[in-house]
């Protein structure tokens, strides 16, 4: 004997969606990481720190430069520098909520593509690092490769 009024209602699931790719383990460019320590090899009291997807590069415990999770690079520059790196090349002012943040600056892929290009953008950082008090960083020495 077959009761209707138990039958499960039928659903109505929407169409699935395709599965978007998966590209990294890390959300930053992992070999730009890499060029970036070859860079800075040498340098004395580096240390690195995952931070907001991005992988960062600490010169006496302040913010040099990093490997970002939205791609290219963020470099920290003298404020005064900003306006005059944004107007002579295709770095731009990196915004936070909606506020431009002087001293901070968005660098795309393209233009850190050969290890020159790369190196103008890592020095620009650490030389502004360099030039700020030690500041004391809970952020382990990073480990030889």
């Known amino acids: 004997m077959w009761l209707g009024y138990l039958q499960p209602p039928k659903l109505s699931l929407p169409a699935a969606r395709p599965l978007l790719p998966y590209h990294h383990a890390m959300a930053y460019d992992e070999q730009l ?5 070859e860079l800075l090899a040498d340098e004395p009291h580096l240390t690195e720190r ?3 997807g991005d992988l960062a590069f600490l010169v ?3 913010l040099a430069v990093s490997a970002s999770g939205r791609g290219g690079l963020m ?3 003298h404020p005064a520098q900003s306006e005059r790196l944004v107007a002579m090349t295709k770095a731009q002012v990196v915004e936070m909520r909606g506020r431009p943040m002087r001293g901070w600056l968005r660098v795309g892929d393209e233009d ?3 290890r020159r290009q790369l190196a103008k953008w890592v020095e620009l950082g650490t030389t502004y690092a360099r030039s700020l008090p030690v500041r ?3 952020a382990k020495r990073r480990s030889p490769s």
């Open 50 to 52: 995952k931070m907001f």
């Open 60 to 62: 006496g415990g302040n």
């Open 112 to 114: 850190v593509g050969t």
């Open 33 to 37: 990481a890499e060029r970036i320590r």
């Open 75 to 77: 470099v920290r520059v």
């Open 136 to 138: 004391q960083t809970s």
